[in-house]
């Protein structure tokens, strides 16, 4: 005989959120290694440090890797690289985030 506990059944919103997790793409996996590497549109970061190479998502990150990298050098936001001006963007690969499997 059971305890007083109610049975554990799965919620709609619980299976609803295990079926969009499942069919999304997210960007992780073999489907978003190019996008982490850098090959195509510059990856998830734009700006590239122009003394060291390195990467940063936004502006105030370069920022904050410059002053505690390079304190000596002045920061000059015009010599940063901006990965994604360089690579052009083909809209007709998946984005990361779209829903829908690559799988056929």
């Known amino acids: 005989m059971t305890g007083k506990a109610k049975p554990k059944k799965h919620t709609a919103k619980e ?4 079926i969009d ?14 996008d982490r590497s850098g090959v195509e549109k510059g990856g998830h970061a734009k700006y590239e440090c122009p003394h060291c190479k390195i990467t940063a998502p936004d502006l105030k990150s370069m920022q904050i890797h410059h002053d505690a990298k390079h304190p000596k050098v002045p920061f000059e936001e015009s010599k940063l690289v901006n990965l994604h001006a360089v690579h052009v963007v083909e809209s007709s690969k998946p984005r990361p985030g779209v829903r829908g499997s690559l799988k056929k």
């Open 15 to 18: 299976i609803a959120a295990k």
């Open 21 to 34: 997790a499942a069919t999304t793409n997210r960007g992780g996996g073999k489907a978003g290694l190019a």
